[in-house]
């Protein structure tokens, strides 16, 4: 036992301890500032407080999903990045039942297959030339087939890439500029 003790790097078990006590710390911090924007349905008793311990659980379980379902959408890729943004130590590992929510597949697939055969166009914004950018990023392990039949006329409708956001209009004609034009072509 003597000897088991002395292999023990008392050094790294500190650090170790000095990491676990800093993240207990933060989700102290997290769990007053969320249990302080829920005071008001805490005190109706709509609601529970929450704990660290539960708010740990929490994320991880977020973490599991993120892990496995993010690549599958766009919006889940970007609502993992704001709610897990770096990966909570400790955690126990996931189960193995996970099922992804469907949430934004089908219209992430129909905007993947636009960027792909529209991209190239020149009547693509540049707005929306980055945005195609990063759906093609995010869906392209789901979205595999496309069809050919894409359609690019739908940019005949969108902001040119030089104006200043408005969408194109034709002019109005009034009655009196109408007139005078009738007559300019007398």
């Given at each position: 036992?003597?000897e ?13 301890l ?30 529970k ?13 977020l ?6 379902c ?10 993992c ?35 792909i ?70």
């Open positions: 036992m003597a088991e003790a002395s292999n023990v790097d008392l050094d790294e078990e500190m650090k170790k000095d990491e676990m006590k800093k993240e207990a710390a933060q989700m102290q911090k997290e769990t007053d500032e969320i249990n302080e924007k829920l005071k008001d349905e805490i005190a109706a008793g709509t609601t407080a929450i704990s660290p311990a539960q708010l740990k659980t929490t994320k991880c379980n973490q599991c999903i993120c892990d496995k993010r690549s599958g959408s766009v919006s889940l890729a970007e609502n990045m704001k709610i897990v943004p770096h990966k909570i130590d400790m955690c126990p590992p996931c189960p193995d039942d996970i099922k992804c929510p469907a949430v934004d597949n089908e219209a992430s697939c129909k905007m993947h297959c636009f960027c055969h529209c991209k190239d166009d020149d009547r693509m914004p540049d707005r929306l030339r980055k945005e195609c950018d990063r759906v093609m990023r995010h869906s392209s392990d789901v979205c595999t087939e496309c069809p050919d039949d894409v359609d690019c006329s739908t940019l005949d409708q969108l902001v040119a890439p030089e104006s200043s956001g408005e969408t194109h209009k034709e002019p109005k004609v009034g009655k009196i500029k109408e007139k005078h034009r009738m007559w300019d072509e007398l």
